[in-house]
């Protein structure tokens, strides 16, 4: 067993761990944050994604060990204060999911997408989501969400990010 | 899919992670653990220890060393995309670096930690042998230095030793150079079925210069000489480098799978050449 210590969406957490659990099982078995799910399991879809010390990551593809001193932030880390985030508001705003799976990556990755590029193009906006696959949309209203959340991106959404 | 179990070292200098893999006959080394982490989620490797070198920060970074770069081999990816020394000195490696997976992937992965794990489809083989890099490998009797021409040796297998951590690249600067990296996938950030990492240096309006590197022709990445021969005087559009491009699939015997015959690969790499060498002539 290995000991680890990190931050998870603001929170301090410390645990005992075997050195090959996987960050995504980590948060959600050990820490119960069941809103970052597991698509493939093959670091292929990016449903899995979440921040770790700011840049996303396909938390299946991450040991729990190696995020040991991070600051990770999942899906369930956005929303501050009760209000969305710009990029949650955006995807209800436009109808950028339709089973929702796919969703909490979705979202991470757009953040860390416009946190790099704050105003991209429509062609940016699909190749910084090339590494997230959706079974739904056909990934029109995605990219329509995320333009949207650049245009109409509040300051709230940065301080929720920081 | 979880990995077998192992146990697991993260030391903070390189003299301790040497050690710990001398002592050991069954470790494997992980960096930013996206080519590994695979392996060991599939089975396809059960070591017994594990040892995260991603805590040793000397191994990070780039930096100028008069007619060469340096670039650690923790660099991820990502680093290595919006690097300004790179960009000037070594294009072609922004050029794979920005065709390299995806972005999850790249904010983790290492460049040493590609370069070792040596996949055929890897991107960024073809361009550092196109380079000219040399690798600098430690191990407990001290470092050396090998030549891109030796570095790749079989499937997954580089110069690197057992008991050897490749702690930096140096690439030749080849400023002014235009670059290109044409890679051809059906869908977006898969491995490439075949690519073409192409650096070529102008003079008067024709090509004074070419290097160029086969991604996924071979079990290792490949010189196209024929080519880069050929190429010298050529004027650099498309149709002006076509004759020489027709050579780029001399000497190779690529694999067949799902994805293509070794024909197909062939036929490929003649028409991904002429368009890497007029695109890389453009920038
Ligand atoms: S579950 Fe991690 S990439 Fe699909
Ligand atoms: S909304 Fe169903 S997978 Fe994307």
Not at chain 1, 55 to 61: A, E, G, I, L
Not at chain 1, 120 to 138: D, I, Q, S
Not at chain 2, 264 to 276: D, E, M, P, S
Request: charged letters at 20%; proline letters at 4%; one cysteine or more.
């Amino acid at each position: 067993m290995a000991k680890i210590s990190l931050t998870v969406d603001g929170e301090k957490v410390s645990d005992e761990v075997e050195p090959r659990m996987l960050l995504v099982h980590y948060l959600r078995e050990k820490l119960g944050r069941t809103g970052t799910v597991v698509g493939c399991d093959t670091s292929n879809c990016g449903a899995c994604t979440v921040h770790l010390n700011g840049r996303s990551v396909k938390s299946c593809n991450v040991l729990a060990v190696q995020a040991d001193g991070a600051e990770v932030t999942t899906i369930e880390g956005l929303a501050a204060n009760g209000q969305l985030h710009a990029v949650q508001e955006a995807f209800r705003e436009c109808h950028g999911l339709q089973c929702g799976f796919c969703t909490p990556g979705m979202i991470m990755q757009s953040v860390d997408l416009l946190n790099e590029n704050p105003h991209p193009t429509e062609a940016e906006v699909r190749f910084g989501l090339e590494g997230n696959l959706c079974r739904c949309t056909g990934y029109h209203n995605i990219v329509k969400s995320v333009l949207y959340a650049a245009e109409h991106g509040s300051a709230h959404s940065e301080g929720a990010q920081a | 899919m979880i990995p077998a179990q192992f146990d697991y070292l993260a030391p903070t200098s390189l003299e301790e992670a040497l050690a710990a893999l001398a002592e050991s006959d069954d470790a494997k080394v992980i960096a930013g653990g996206q080519s590994l982490l695979p392996v060991l989620r599939m089975r396809l490797n059960a070591p017994e220890l594990v040892i995260d070198i991603g805590k040793i920060d000397a191994l990070r970074g780039v930096r100028d060393d008069g007619d060469a770069l340096v670039i650690g081999a923790l660099t991820t990816h990502h680093e290595l995309l919006n690097d300004p020394l790179v960009a000037e000195h070594a294009l072609l490696l922004t050029k794979a670096a920005h065709e390299l997976a995806d972005p999850q992937i790249r904010h983790l992965g290492t460049f040493g930690g590609a370069l070792v794990h040596a996949d055929p489809a890897g991107d960024l083989g073809a361009p550092v042998l196109a380079l000219g890099a040399e690798f600098v490998i430690a191990g407990s009797g001290g470092t050396r230095t090998v030549g891109a021409d030796d570095f790749f040796v079989d499937l997954f297998e580089t110069a690197v030793g057992e008991d050897e951590i490749l702690t930096e690249v140096r690439v030749p600067k080849r400023s002014g150079w235009g670059a290109h990296y044409e890679k051809f996938v059906r869908v977006a950030h898969q491995w490439p079925i075949v690519a073409v990492a192409a650096t070529v240096r102008l003079d008067g309006g024709s090509i004074a210069e070419a290097r160029i590197g086969l991604t996924n022709m071979g079990s290792i990445p490949l010189r196209a000489r024929g080519v880069e021969q050929a190429l010298v005087g050529a004027s650099p559009s498309e149709d002006g480098v076509a004759a020489a491009a027709e050579r780029a699939a001399e000497g190779t015997s690529p694999p067949s799978d799902l994805n293509g015959s070794s024909e197909y690969r062939q036929h490929l790499a003649k028409v991904l050449t002429r368009r890497a060498v007029a695109a890389a002539a453009r920038h």
